[in-house]
């Protein structure tokens, strides 16, 4: 109903989280056990947003270039969707806020034993847009522009011009905390 179309919804005993696949228009459900009504209701709000928002056809055309620019792309477009959802079913926001405070508790992110600070700067992002202040995650002064942006996306292609300006500087940033394999190899023979 809040898709206002007639999407499929297949329950998975293999799905390990909740998809939707914008071609097919099939919403995707793992069986969820120990999981409330509220982050059952963040999984479907959520997936509904990108029926209701991913354009149709464009994630075949980001896929097709490759590498992990798609990532970059579904979490800021995740961003994208889950805002305009939340404005579109305002009764949505608590169970995104609820929802995701259960998450959190129970380590669906896989963050407990980590420093989340030291995690690249799209992951960061992914994690502050998802749980807010809740999760610890800080940026520098030059990444908070990265954050104004995120929150301001409204178009699919602000999604994509954000998804590419980040991986860009994520690209330069590892680059640049990673020797290539030649210094490597020279310093190494030279030592």
């Known amino acids: 109903l809040m898709a206002a179309e007639n999407l499929n919804v297949e329950y998975s005993e293999t799905a390990t989280t909740a998809a939707f696949d914008t071609e097919g228009r099939t919403l995707i459900m793992p069986l969820l056990k120990d999981v409330s009504d509220e982050a059952t209701d963040l999984f479907l709000g959520h997936e509904v947003g990108h029926a209701l928002y991913t354009p149709q056809g464009r994630i075949k055309d980001i896929a097709a270039e490759g590498g992990m620019f798609k990532n970059f792309v579904n979490i800021t477009e995740d961003a994208r969707i889950e805002k305009m959802i939340q404005i579109k079913f305002p009764g949505l926001r608590r ?48 990444e908070a522009t990265y954050v104004t942006r995120m929150e301001n996306l409204s178009t699919f292609d602000d999604a994509v011009d954000l998804a590419r300006d980040l991986y860009d500087h994520c690209k330069e940033e590892s680059e640049n905390n990673n020797p290539d394999d030649s210094e490597t190899e020279e310093t190494a023979e030279g030592g």
């Open 95 to 142: 169970c995104f806020y609820d929802g995701y405070t259960e998450l959190i508790d129970k380590d669906f992110f896989g963050t407990s034993d980590s420093d989340v600070n030291s995690y690249n700067l799209i992951d960061r992002l992914n994690l502050h847009f998802k749980g807010g202040i809740r999760t610890g995650v800080e940026f520098s002064a030059d």
